[in-house]
């Protein structure tokens, strides 16, 4: 299996920061990553794509990038609805896996 | 607008099965694009999210080896409906339980899930 570690696994900022979240594969997985974002009591939502690519609907200030073995979310300015859990995961095979979670608080 | 809604019972005692059902609106699977799979995934109260498995809608399966031994997800495209059911349960399947469109083909993505049912394994 494809083991995912996600870092930090908390993260205290402020509105308005920019900040950024890292991804690392077990082993090379191309751009098979993607990015979802959960809040408390509910599904978690797709934000990026193929590593880089914005779900539609998803605003702007989000964005991905990586390929390989480490990948990276960032949110270029902190809004309020943004505190909430992030996710990655890789489609690169079988059984599809996911990171641990970074969670997001108010500082 | 694809909606996906779990349906079950909440409390299953150890060893027995655990039995879930999604019920898809807004979409068909069976006139689904080639690309979908109907799948599930689980999240453990406070931990991390599982990849289940999935099916196509011609009845292909793909399942986590971890439960490969335990898991059958199962589709009835005339109710538009998929299920799972996992055998010999443990308080380790408490979890939240998401029914899940995966977009199978590149790039490979879950982008629906449901809202999500919370299945406490206990006597």
């Known amino acids: 299996d494809i083991e995912m570690t996600q870092s930090p696994s908390s993260l205290s900022a402020s509105v308005g920061d920019r900040v950024t979240i890292t991804c690392r594969a077990s082993?090379?997985?191309?751009?098979?990553l993607n990015w979802y974002q959960q809040k408390p009591g509910k599904a978690p939502k797709l934000l990026i794509y193929?590593?880089?690519s914005l779900q539609s609907g998803v605003p702007s200030r989000f964005s991905g990038s990586g390929s390989g073995t480490l990948f990276t979310l960032t949110i270029s300015s902190l809004q309020p609805e943004d505190f909430a859990t992030y996710f990655c995961?890789?489609?690169?095979?079988?059984?599809?896996?996911f990171g641990g979670g970074t969670k997001m608080e108010i500082k | 607008q694809l909606q996906l809604q779990e349906s079950g019972p909440g409390l299953v005692k150890p060893s027995e099965t655990l039995s879930l059902t999604c019920t898809v609106s807004g979409d068909s699977i069976s006139g689904s694009s080639s690309s979908f799979y109907w799948g599930w995934v689980r999240q453990a109260p406070g931990k991390g999210l599982e990849w289940i498995g999935n099916?196509?809608?011609?009845?292909?399966?793909d399942y986590n080896p971890s439960l490969k031994s335990r898991v059958t997800i199962s589709v009835d495209t005339s109710k538009n409906q998929f299920s799972l059911r996992l055998t010999s349960v443990t308080a380790a399947d408490t979890a939240v339980y998401y029914c899940?469109?995966?977009?199978?083909?590149?790039?490979?993505?879950?982008?629906?899930w449901g809202q999500g049912t919370l299945v406490i394994v206990s006597s």
């Open positions: 099916i196509y809608h011609s009845g292909s399966t």
């Open positions: 899940v469109r995966r977009f199978g083909s590149w790039p490979d993505y879950f982008d629906h």
């Open positions: 995961q890789q489609s690169y095979s079988n059984p599809l896996t």
């Open positions: 082993q090379s997985i191309s751009t098979y």
């Open positions: 193929a590593a880089s």
